[in-house]
Every structure is written in C-alpha cells, then in structure tokens.
C-alpha cells in the first residue's frame, strides 16, 4: 500500500528528540450536550435509529433556513471563558464550501476570520510540579456533519467500497472547536503534554458541564499538528495533520509516531509533506490522507442566512460569575484537604474517576478508603461493564454507606465487595442488601464457639496441624466458613485456630 | 370569459363575504380560464385544481375568513407547497414533493387564499424573460410573441391574462417589479425581512424577498399584508410591526410628499416611450401636490455590476446542495460511478446554462485570491448604495424611476446576449442591494410599440406604506387599475 511507514523507516523517539524540538499543535472538536441540534429544534440524543433525528433544515431541503440555538453560543462563550479568552462583541458565521455526501448543503456553517472567543491559554500541569501554558488561538462555533458508512469494502473506508450510507442524525449538532497556538518547548514531553492538554481540556468541559465529552463516541475528537525543527533553531518546520485521534492514549501515540516518522525523514535529508494524515488505532501509524484535501479553496464567505452574533458584554459577565472554579486549581485544593499525592491524582484522574472519590469522601469516606475503592475496584467493574464508572448503577453515598461498615467491623472486606456487586446487580441499598443476605461478620464469641467445634470434628485434620502442617489448616477454616454462613472473619480465623493448635 | 375573473381581488373576497358568489364558483371560473387561455400563455408549470377546490369549499364552510378569503393566487414555482411539486423552474428538481408549506404559504392557506397552482420562471429565478426556464417560456399576454418578463414571468403574466387576480413573485434582482412593468400589472417587493424567506428556494439569500403581484395597488397591499411579519423561522425576518400599507393604499393621498426622481435612470438604453409615460407620471404627480426633486445616487451606476458579484456568489453556495444524494433528479447512478462522479453528472444535465454560468462566476469571485477584488469590492458597493439611499431619503420621502428601461422584449432576442439581459434590472436592483420596499406600478402604455410601462417606487427601509400611498396616487390619476382592459382578446 502506497504510502505506508515501516518501523525501518523510523527513529526511535528520544533519539530525535535529541536533535529536533517538537512544534504542537492542537484542533479539538466538542459536540455540545445542548438538547436540540445548532440551528434547528431536532434532538442530539446519540445512537437513535438512522436518519431518525432529522427535519428540513438539518437535511438542508431547498427553501429551509437555519435559526440559531441561544444555548450553543452561551456554551461557547463558557468555553471561551474559561479557556481565558476574549468573547467578541460582534462577529459572523461564515460558509465553508466543499462537496461531500455527509453534509446535506454541501457547505458548513462555521466562523472563518470572525470566531466568537480569540486569545487565551490553559494551564496543563504534568507530572513533576511543572505546568505548560498552552495558547489558545480561537474557540469557534460550527455544525456538525452526517456519518458516512462505506459498505462492502474490508476496511470500512471509502476505497473498496460497493455503497455508501449516510446519517444525517449528527448534521447539524453544535461543535465547538479549540485550537491552539503552535506549542513549543516540550522537548521529550511533547507526546505526554498533548496528551495531558487533551486530558485538562476535556476535565475542564466536563466541569462547565457543556459536553459529555465521551470520546469514544466522538464527542470530543482531536486533530494533531506536529512538525520539528532543529533544536535550538526557532524557524517552524513543516507540519502534518493527524485527524481524528479519538483517546488519550492515541493522541500520544499518534505525536510519538510522527515524531518518529518526520526525524527518520529529516535525517535523510528528505522534505516532509504538508498533508492530512489518518491515524490508526490498531497499529498507532499514521498514514497520509487524500492528497486532494490540501487543494481544497472553501470559498468561506460570511453566513447571509444567519444575522451576526452580538454577545451583550452584561451577558457575558454574567456567565463568568457562573464559571467553576479550573480543574488545575480544584485538584490541588482536593489533593490538599485529602492527603493525596501527584501520582494518586493522576491516576484516579486518568482513570475518571477524581469527581467520583471527591463525592465519595463528601458522603464521609475516609479519603484512602474512597480513593481505594474505585481505583481498584469499580474501575475494574466498569471495564467489565464497558461503561465509565460514572456511569455504575452505585452512588457515591452508597460507596461511603459500605465502607463506613466496614471501618466499624460491620462488614469483612470480602462482605463489603459482595455489598457492592449487589449493589451493582440492582439488588438495592447497601443495608437492605445485607439485611437480605443476613451479611454480617460473626461476631468473636460465635466465631470462637464455630473453631472449637470444628477441632471437635476433625481430629485427624488436627493431628497433622500439630505436627507442624500448616497448610492443612483449610478444611478447618473451611468448616468454620460454613458454620458461620460464610460470614466469619477468615484472618481471625486463622489467628484463633493457631492460637489453640500451635500455641 | 366569466366576469367573475375581471374583477380585482377586494371585490371577489368582498363578493364571497356577502355570499354573492361561493369560492368553489370562483375558483372554477379561474380554473376554466387558466384552461382556455393557458395554453397560449404557458404561466403554469402544475395545476392544483383539487386543492385549490378543497380550499375553496372550506371557504365557503365558513372554516376561514379574511380579506382575501376565497381569492384564487397564482404561486411562483420557488416557493415550497407541501404534497405539490416544486421545481424553481430546473430539471434538477425533477420528482421532488417538498415535505413542507413555505411560512408564506401557511399564512396564505389560513387566510383562505385559494391557490391555484405553480407557476413559471427562470431556473433558479435567474433570468428576466422566463426563457431560462427549464420548462419553457410564457408568454406576454399583450403580444404572445414577446417576454412577461422575469424571473416571476409566470405569475405576472397568469395575473395579466386573468387567470389569478393574485400571485406571489420573488424579487431578487427585480423578479417581481420587472414582468410587473412589461405586464401591466402592480408588483412589490417588500423591504428584506418584511416577508419570512422559509421555504423560499433561495437564490441570494441576502436580496431575496417574497412578495405582491396584482391587478391593483390595493390587492398587492392586501396580499403584502397577508404575508408580511415576523418568522422565528427566518432569522433576517424583521421583528417589528408590519406597516400599514393597506390604509396607505387605499388612501392614495400624496399632498406635500417629496418625490426625488433618480438622475442616473434615463438617457442611452431607455426607450423614448418609456420616459415619455414616466416624466408624464411624474408631472401628474406635481400636479396633485408632490414636491418633485430630482436626486443623484451616483454609486446606482456600480449597482449592476455588484450584484452580478453578490448574487452568483451566494448562488453558488446556495445550488451545492443539489446533488442527487438527497432528493430530485439523479443521472449517472449505475451502481459503478462513484458518488462524485453522480453529482457531476447530475449538475451537469439538472442545471441549465444560465444557472451554470452563474455558479461559475460566483464559485471564481468566491475564490482564495480573488475574494477581496470581487466579493469583497463587491459588498463595499453595496455599502455606497445604501448610503445613496439614506442620503436620498434625507431629502425625499420616495424615490421613482422608470422600472425598466424598455417595454417587453421579445421572446428571443436577448437570450443569447447575458448582458442584455441583465440591463433588464438596471434599476430594480439598487432597491434590492439597499434592502428597501420598491413597487411598479402602471403609468399608461408606450407610443412607441402600445405596450406598459411600469413606474417604478423606492421607498426607505420598514417604510413599505410609502410606496404603496404614491403608486395609488399614480393608479388614481392615470385610471392604470383598468389599463388591462385594452390588452388584446386571447
Ligand atoms: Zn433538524
């Protein structure tokens, strides 16, 4: 296949980076959680039936005209705001004009040289105590596209293709996107800077709470722009466009590869080719796009259907006085009061789950006990479940309900993982669980009443524990167990069997 | 011919309002011209005589009233009509039944207006003579051998022959207040945003407007009332009351108006009968009492060739989305050609020349390199013309003209010269660049050829009641309400 990078054609990441410096940059695309689609009243519900969610204007039948969702542009401006930018007073959508079957008018409503938020900066701290500044260049509204499905073909793609379908369901769904300004100075942490600012970027939506930002379901996608330069030169080299990059990991993955590829390129005294890129998940290669695409003139020219946009500057304000407070600063603050260190936030940050132990602590857990839980536990049980642990049917005041039984000696710590999955099973609160299972740790006096009888029962077991076998102890543990319904401390168990047999 | 169909659209309603005559009757006394006469006019791509008597009926039930209840209209193709084809005149749209009412369309419905079909016009109502059609040409109903003009040649010319005392037009460029001129008939076009554009088939969509044809002053204000005020739909609809153009009309009263005519529309290119008819309208005028001036707006000179920028260029956005994919015609789809290639041959045999043309020009003045030179100059002419206007309407109340350089043309003549053609809208299109209500109006027949001539109005932004006051002014004094009564037997 033409075009293709072989790992012989690549040096390994490091090594470049010890003679090049890294130039990011990075397009993020949001669709918006607003109810009703950018300039129509049809709803962005994601996976409803093809073609389901759709009405003349987001089909862009002749005569329709688009009529602006006020929410989209205060969810803008929130973006814009809190990404430090300046919200313009007075500004346009724009047509960009291009062919293609997914977008019913063959042109999109999008901002050109007039975007609604411009100039602005997030903070993104990486691990070590150090935080890169990211410039903001522009946040701008835009509608969303249809979904083409090539059917027929081996690889989904539109080569090899017998058919294609199109979903005009997503045409239409406000998208926001943020793009930086060309990001310098990362040196070796380029890879792991992309990925924390796709990382800060989509905590800090998710806290303004104007997208769901799932991006395996393409709510956030990102676009990577990498070139190099010689270290210590400051004249940008040439950059490729690596598009849709839907994971973290892949966003990583995809600016270590071109790295990798550009510096084998370089090294051999070759030029690199502004082009379009696609990454794949699979194989974490990039490979170059239609070449056509860089041809493309989208005769952009300012919306004629839609009057200007005109943010009263009152307005505005008024929704900073609603901004929460900057993931950055809310963390520090959290890891702080709790006792958590860099790497414990990281973690649970990586793993979606911060919000989840913050609420979980509020509802009085004790913060290692909470932290403990969904780290090593209900990330576990989401994984298994394909879902994100905010998604699992347990509330965060039924986890500090668990655990507080078991800090109190209520609940051992496999009872308190049984409560849990019941919990999940839907079988109910934690106390209606245990009052229906008749889960509760034995107390001593019955615990020691069961071990008695059990060295009663099994003389011969006995014998061969005092002679000094002590992986016979099982089948005592074992009749205990079962005495007690499974309910007995198997650790203090143990303890008071060796206590009486070994002395 | 019945009666029925001479009389004006005030007198049907108000006919039917005192049960004189029922809807149904009405509307069959159109629907049997629209079959003797049609033939020879071809105003009409498709016909509605179900609807437009199931319609009726509900007027006579009582179900809807109005001013206009019960009136039969004539409906420019480019105008979506739930369940009824709709084709803006192109191939291109072959096949398709829109699935939804034009906002105007729905306002007309509920006030009982009984609309009889679809009719002709220019593909994409780009053209002046309805040659460009891709259905045909109509025919002038003064001299069949000539144009009703264009695009909306089809709703003037159903008008002028009877067929309809009402239609609706679409005034991009002069589409509405040009077939007005070389018909005989009353045309206006409201001031941009006046008129909800949903469902309007855009051409420009920033000159676009929906508005009046008519026999008389009076019935174009009627109608224009009908469908004027705001739609949520259209975010350029302007959110304020309408004017009061039907007293304005009725009232005709014009003592003390200063009347600025324009100095740049006469000399070379202007038919000595044309401005013969139009200074005599204009002197008629002073004579009942209007202040006559004459204004320069120097920037009307650059008017026609900004718009042959500003209107392809939208166009050329606007005509993208036929492209077989969706809906109307497909060419080429034989389970092998990709879907580019299906689009390209679909836009090459759905679009007709002069659609072509424009989308060729406006895709190059669109173009990286060349935006700021021809767009972009472009819209800066059309600032200088709206300032012409305002200055203009510090001195004067309304602004007149010629509303075309010539009468009628015939059929053939300038279809193959594109410029023209174009001339045809030397002085409608200034009003549509400035966004400002303008009307044509009847002032009397050419000694040149004995065919109309329009007298055109220009009146300021929001101030559509203007217009209206003056053409009944012009219509009272020159008797022009009549004047189809001298056009020929069909
Ligand atoms: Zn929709």
């Given at each position: 296949m033409e075009g293709v990078t072989t790992t012989a054609d690549l040096v390994p990441y490091d090594e470049v980076l010890d003679r090049y410096d890294p130039v990011l940059g990075l397009e993020t695309h949001v669709e918006l959680g607003t109810a009703t689609k950018l300039f129509c009243g049809c709803p962005t519900a994601f996976?409803?039936?093809?073609?389901?969610?759709?009405c003349p204007v987001c089909l862009g039948l002749p005569g329709s005209l688009p009529v602006t969702n006020e929410k989209a542009i205060e969810f803008t401006v929130r973006i814009g705001l809190a990404l430090n930018c300046g919200i313009a007073e007075w500004c346009r959508f724009a047509r960009k004009n291009y062919f293609y079957p997914d977008m019913p008018k063959n042109y999109q409503v999008s901002q050109y040289d007039e975007p609604l938020c411009v100039d602005g900066y997030l903070d993104v701290p990486v691990p070590g105590g150090e935080t890169y500044r990211v410039q903001i260049e522009r946040v701008h509204l835009e509608e969303d596209t249809g979904k083409t499905l090539h059917v027929g073909g081996a690889t989904g793609r539109i080569h090899g293709a017998t058919h294609s379908l199109v979903d005009y369901n997503r045409a239409g769904i406000p998208l926001v996107e943020i793009v930086t300004r060309p990001l310098t100075g990362t040196g070796k942490r380029a890879a792991e800077v992309a990925r924390l600012y796709v990382t800060e970027l989509r905590d800090l939506l998710r806290g303004l709470g104007v997208s769901d930002v799932r991006m395996e379901q393409g709510s956030l996608r990102c676009d990577v722009n990498v070139s190099l330069m010689p270290a210590g030169t400051t004249e940008l080299g040439t950059r490729t466009e690596t598009k849709n990059v839907n994971s973290l990991r892949s966003v990583e993955r995809a600016v270590r590869f071109e790295v990798e590829r550009q510096g084998a390129l370089l090294d051999a005294g070759q030029r690199i080719v502004q082009e379009t890129r696609h990454f794949h998940e699979d194989s974490g290669t990039t490979s170059p796009g239609r070449s056509k695409e860089e041809a493309q003139d989208y005769r952009y020219f300012p919306e004629p259907d839609l009057v200007p946009l005109a943010p009263e500057p009152r307005w505005v304000e008024q929704i900073r006085t609603t901004l929460p407070e900057p993931p950055s600063a809310r963390r520090a603050r959290f890891a702080e009061a709790n006792g958590f260190t860099p790497l414990d936030l990281e973690q649970m940050a990586n793993a979606g789950v911060l919000d989840l132990v913050e609420q979980t602590i509020a509802a009085r857990a004790a913060p290692s006990k909470a932290r403990g839980w969904w780290l090593s536990y209900l990330v576990g049980s989401a994984n298994e479940r394909g879902v994100e642990p905010a998604d699992l049917p347990i509330t965060p005041e039924q986890l500090a309900r668990i655990s507080a039984l078991e800090d109190d000696g209520t609940l051992t710590n496999k009872l308190a993982r049984q409560v849990v999955d019941a919990v999940l099973a839907g079988e109910g609160d934690p106390d209606t669980v245990i009052e229906a299972h008749g889960w509760k740790v034995t107390g001593e006096a019955d615990l020691v009443a069961a071990v008695e009888a059990a060295i009663a029962a099994q003389p011969d077991v006995v014998d061969k524990v005092r002679a000094g076998n002590l992986g016979a102890l099982g089948p005592l543990v074992g009749a205990v167990m079962k005495a007690t319904g499974g309910s007995a401390d198997a650790t203090r168990t143990r303890e008071l069997l060796q206590e009486r047999l070994v002395g | 011919m019945s009666e029925l169909v001479r009389l004006s659209a005030a007198e049907t309603a108000a006919r039917i309002a005192a049960r004189d005559v029922s809807a149904v009757e009405v509307a069959q006394a159109h629907l049997d011209r629209v079959d003797a006469v049609d033939g020879k006019v071809h105003a009409f791509l498709h016909l509605d005589s179900a609807g437009a008597l199931a319609q009726a009926r509900r007027v006579d039930a009582g179900e809807l009233t109005g001013p206009l209840a019960g009136v039969p209209l004539a409906l420019k193709d480019v105008i979506v009509t739930k369940g009824l084809p709709t084709t803006a005149g192109s191939r291109i749209l072959e096949g398709w039944v829109p699935p939804y009412d034009a906002t105007i369309v729905e306002r007309m419905r509920a006030a009982g207006i009984v609309v009889l079909g679809k009719t002709n016009m220019d593909e994409f109502a780009m053209g002046s003579s309805t040659e460009h059609s891709a259905f045909g040409p109509s025919h002038n109903p003064w001299d069949l051998s000539r144009t009703p003009g264009g695009s909306g040649g089809g709703s003037s010319a159903a008008v002028a022959s009877f067929q309809a005392p009402l239609g609706i037009g679409t005034d991009t460029g002069g589409s509405i207040r040009q077939p007005a001129a070389v018909t005989g008939t009353v045309g206006a076009k409201p001031t941009y945003g006046g008129v909800s554009r949903y469902g309007l088939i855009a051409f420009s969509s920033s000159l676009d407007q929906a508005g009046p044809c008519a026999r008389t002053v009076l019935d174009a204000a009627l109608l224009h009332a009908v469908i004027a005020g705001h739609d949520p739909r259209d975010s350029t609809s302007i959110d304020a009351p309408v004017p009061d153009i039907v007293s304005a009309a009725r009232s005709a009263e014009i003592t003390g108006m200063r009347v600025g005519v324009v100095a740049q529309f006469k000399g070379e290119g202007y038919a000595p009968g044309v401005l013969a008819r139009f200074d005599e309208a204009v002197a008629t005028l002073e004579k009942l009492g209007a202040e006559i001036v004459e204004v320069s707006c120097p920037h009307f000179d650059y008017a026609l060739p900004a718009y042959y920028l500003i209107a392809p260029s939208e166009a050329s956005s606007n005509l993208a989305r036929y492209d077989a994919m969706r809906y109307g015609l497909r060419v080429g789809d034989d389970g092998v050609a990709g879907a580019e290639e299906v689009m390209a041959l679909t836009r090459e045999a759905g679009f007709g020349d002069e659609v072509k043309r424009r989308i060729i020009l406006g895709t190059y003045a669109l173009s990286a390199g060349y935006y700021d030179a021809y767009y972009g100059q472009a819209q800066k002419v059309r600032t200088l013309i709206a300032r012409d206007f305002s200055a203009a309407f510090e001195q004067v109340d309304v602004l007149v003209s010629p509303?075309?350089?010539?009468?009628a043309f015939t059929l053939g003549e300038r279809v193959d010269d594109p410029m023209a053609m174009y001339l045809a809208d030397l002085c409608t299109i200034p009003s549509n660049l400035y966004g400002g209500p303008a009307l044509s109006v009847p002032c009397g027949l050419s000694p040149d050829d004995g065919l109309p001539v329009g007298f055109q109005v220009m009146a300021p932004v929001q101030a559509d009641e203007r217009m209206y006051r003056l053409a009944a002014a012009v219509e009272v004094a020159l008797g022009t309400d009549r004047l189809l009564e001298q056009a020929p037997e069909l």
């Open positions: 996976g409803a039936e093809p073609n389901s969610q759709v | 509303t075309t350089p010539t009468t």
